[in-house]
């Protein structure tokens, strides 16, 4: 089946730094990848619709210019957070639609965050 | 736009005993549902979906969940726990098209021994 391939899975990094989260395909293209972050004992919110080649569509509520988007290639989204501060804490998710045609989703494993 | 509602952010159950996780939803358009399980630190496996057809759906583990569109609910359903069973589990919808989902707020699940 289709897998999502998330990295790092935990990253710590000092407040007011910046920090990059890969999300990639393998085997398949994915020309629309989304991002959510999910908090403690909390369910997933989605972020934003990352495609391919176009700028990221950002849930309401959700600053763009602290979780930047790219999706360079077809089998590549990256989410970078910006100026972190500890409040930025969390667990992010990337997922990818299903190839061919099928509706499904598959999820990376994700990459918890931890900002100090 | 759409929602989910689970009802029940913890649910106990005995080992053997039957498991049932309440879904209910809201949409704007007919719905593309999913149940999906989480361990900790991890991503989200997917248990079943349903899309269109069968309002029955038989997924992994044996899971299955019925789509009644009169109740707006898609509840998950097992006939005997297993202890592996214990997680989180969470229920999403869709539109379909470019969207993504939209999650309930997960349901716990214990399995006593």
């Known amino acids: 089946g289709a897998v999502v391939s998330q990295h790092p899975s935990r990253v710590i990094c000092k407040s007011g730094t910046s920090v990059k989260i890969e999300c990639r395909s393998l085997?398949?293209?994915?020309?629309?990848m989304f991002w959510y972050r999910q908090f403690p004992k909390k369910s997933l919110m989605l972020m934003a619709t990352?495609?391919?080649?176009?700028?990221?569509?950002?849930e309401q509520g959700v600053e763009k210019d602290k979780f930047l988007i790219n999706h360079a290639s077809l089998t590549l989204s990256t989410l970078t957070v910006t100026s972190a501060h500890p409040e930025d804490s969390s667990f992010y998710i990337c997922?990818?639609?299903?190839?061919?045609?099928?509706?499904?989703?598959?999820f990376g494993s994700g990459t918890r965050l931890t900002v100090v | 736009a759409q929602s989910v509602t689970q009802l029940g952010s913890h649910v106990s159950v005995s080992e053997g005993a039957l498991v049932l996780l309440r879904c209910n939803y809201s949409?704007?358009?007919?719905?593309?549902l999913f149940w999906y399980v989480q361990y900790p630190n991890q991503g989200l496996q997917l248990l079943l979906k349903?899309?269109?057809?069968?309002?029955l759906v038989k997924g992994i583990n044996g899971f299955e969940a019925e789509f009644k569109k009169s109740e707006t609910s898609f509840h998950l359903t097992k006939p005997s726990a297993h202890m592996s069973d214990a997680a989180e589990y969470f229920c999403?919808?869709?539109?379909?098209?470019?969207?993504?989902?939209?999650f309930g707020k997960g349901t716990h699940l214990i399995i006593q021994p």
């Open positions: 997922s990818a639609r299903d190839p061919g045609g099928g509706l499904g989703y598959t």
């Open positions: 085997d398949f293209q994915a020309t629309t």
């Open positions: 990352s495609n391919e080649g176009s700028k990221a569509t950002y």
């Open positions: 949409s704007s358009v007919p719905p593309y």
């Open positions: 349903y899309t269109t057809g069968a309002t």
């Open positions: 999403a919808v869709t539109g379909g098209g470019a969207d993504g989902l939209t």
